[in-house]
């Protein structure tokens, strides 16, 4: 039944967080090896996919006027065109609404049906967004690799928290666990073909158990994972702070190829704005989360999501999110001003922060980061990192950039080309956002 593309090239555009960058990842892998092959334009290629995300709306303005762009040039080569993504499965047969070129919408979950769907070439209109209830294993191929020594590995799938304010449990569905070994073995596939880091992904990590009798969860999941030969470094997200448990702080310090670095979004600092948003935890609890990591790994850099202009956030509010940041002292954070999502609470009342209140909330969160991040960065001088290799420095002919355990981009320069994975860099310079160093060559 193979569907033959030989011939046609294929571009995908990738909107939203890395769970869409690994189906984005996927669904070329199971193109190639259907014969397509990869184009660097959308102008220039015969089946155009946009992999879509619903979570805030300047994510679906962006996503929209990009279909905009893009309908008159695939129009003039008769190009197939799909969306696929949590847009897709958020406002599926809405995309017709206004005419353009598009041939199919599907939401996550049915990506194995891009090949023949592609291959047909109908010209009427394909929208499958039904849900699965369990997990559904990908077809057998060889997920792309854009980066050959770190790849994300997909361990769960949904969102069973219902913040609020988010579309992501009506995007990706209830919870979905992948099977143990299925990950196990993708991992050992992974390893085999050069990848020296494995990002372990789901929308909620801690609440992972194999779906197999045994109830196995993420604490053994980071066990059996540093077993695997070639894994060096290990990370996973997202993490909730209401779940992430000392059980699995524990199985992270016992595991010295676990990253010692975490992403664990705070959202606020207030504990009326977290009660709002239904995260299950205070201010304190949070912070307790933070020391009890600090402790048993002291060197763990933690990063957070922050949203400024919650329905109905005081400047008192505010303020316990800027008085938050300066006690944890992130070494980075995603910040994002608040906007109502179809279907979900926060949606049904008011949006009452005016905007500008937000873009001032937004700008005083992330100039105050930024001096923190610029203060810790310089503690990093003089001191020697290692380095996953990412490739050339894109702003410096000379120079090159990888990320160190923390997850800090660091650019370097090297006197010989440095053949990767790992390289040791000793930290010279540094501003808010990287760490600059030299390469310790071998001897
Ligand atoms: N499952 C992950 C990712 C959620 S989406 C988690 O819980 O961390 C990524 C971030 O987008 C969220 O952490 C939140 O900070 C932000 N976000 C989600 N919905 C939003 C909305 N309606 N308005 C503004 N930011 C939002
Ligand atoms: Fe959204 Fe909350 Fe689930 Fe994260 S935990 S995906 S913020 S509902
Ligand atoms: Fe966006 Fe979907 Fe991810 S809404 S953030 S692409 S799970």
Same mark, same amino acid.
């Given at each position: ?52 995300? %619903? ?9 929209? +006027?990009?279909?905009?762009?893009? +309908? ?42 891009? /090949? ?13 967004? %039904?849900?699965?209830?369990? *997990? ?12 050959? *020594?770190?790849?994300? !590995? ?5 969102? @069973? ?5 988010? !579309? ?72 909730? /702070? ?62 957070? @999501?922050?949203?400024?202009?919650? /329905? ?15 006690? !944890? ?21 008011? @949006? @009452? ?50 990320? %160190? ?8 320069? %090297? ?27 071998? !001897?």
């Amino acid at each position: 039944m193979s569907a033959n593309l030989a011939g046609l090239s294929y571009f995908i555009r990738t909107f939203g967080c890395q769970m869409n960058e690994n189906d984005s990842e996927r669904i070329a892998g199971l193109l190639e090896a259907e014969g397509a092959v990869r184009a660097e334009r959308a102008e220039a290629s015969d089946i155009v996919i946009v992999n879509t995300c %619903s979570v805030r709306a300047k994510a679906e303005e962006k996503l929209f +006027s990009y279909l905009g762009r893009l +309908s008159a040039p695939a129009e003039a080569r008769g190009a197939v065109v799909g969306v696929v993504g949590c847009t897709a499965q958020v406002r599926r047969t809405a995309f017709w609404d206004k005419p353009r070129r598009l041939h199919f919408v599907l939401g996550p979950g049915h990506y194995e049906l891009i /090949p023949d769907i592609v291959r047909a070439r109908r010209p009427g209109r394909v929208c499958v967004t %039904s849900r699965h209830r369990q *997990w559904r294993e990908w077809p057998a191929g060889r997920t792309r690799l854009s980066d050959p *020594w770190s790849a994300y !590995v997909t361990i769960m799938e949904g969102c @069973d928290n219902f913040c609020a304010y988010c !579309v992501v449990p009506f995007a990706r569905g209830r919870e979905k666990y992948r099977p143990f070994a299925l990950i196990l073995d993708e991992i050992r596939s992974l390893a085999g073909r050069g990848v020296r880091e494995i990002q372990l992904l789901g929308q909620n990590v801690n609440a992972y158990r194999d779906p197999g009798a045994e109830g196995r969860g993420l604490a053994e999941l980071l066990d059996a994972v540093s077993a695997q030969e070639g894994v060096e470094w290990i990370r996973f997200l997202a993490s909730h /702070p209401r779940t992430f448990s000392a059980e699995v702080a524990r199985a992270m310090a016992r595991n010295r190829k676990v990253c010692r670095q975490l992403h664990l979004p705070v959202q606020s600092g207030s504990d009326t704005v977290l009660a709002r948003m239904g995260r299950g935890y205070g201010r304190q609890g949070y912070l307790d989360k933070v020391r009890q990591l600090r402790d048993l790994m002291p060197d763990i850099q933690l990063s957070a @999501d922050i949203i400024v202009g919650y /329905p109905g956030e005081t400047d008192a509010e505010f303020a316990e999110t800027l008085s938050l940041l300066e006690e !944890v002292r992130f070494a980075n954070i995603f910040s994002f001003r608040y906007s109502p999502r179809p279907f979900t609470a926060a949606s049904r009342g008011p @949006d @009452d922060v005016p905007a500008q209140v937000k873009k001032a909330r937004l700008t005083a969160v992330q100039a105050l980061q930024k001096a923190i991040q610029a203060e810790q960065h310089r503690d990093f001088l003089g001191r020697t990192l290692t380095v996953l290799l990412r490739g050339r420095d894109k702003r410096d002919a000379r120079g090159f950039a990888g990320r %160190s355990e923390g997850n800090q981009v660091v650019n370097f320069r %090297s006197r010989s080309e440095p053949a990767g994975p790992f390289v040791r860099v000793r930290v010279t310079g540094s501003g808010p956002y990287s760490l600059k160093g030299e390469r310790v060559e071998p !001897v």
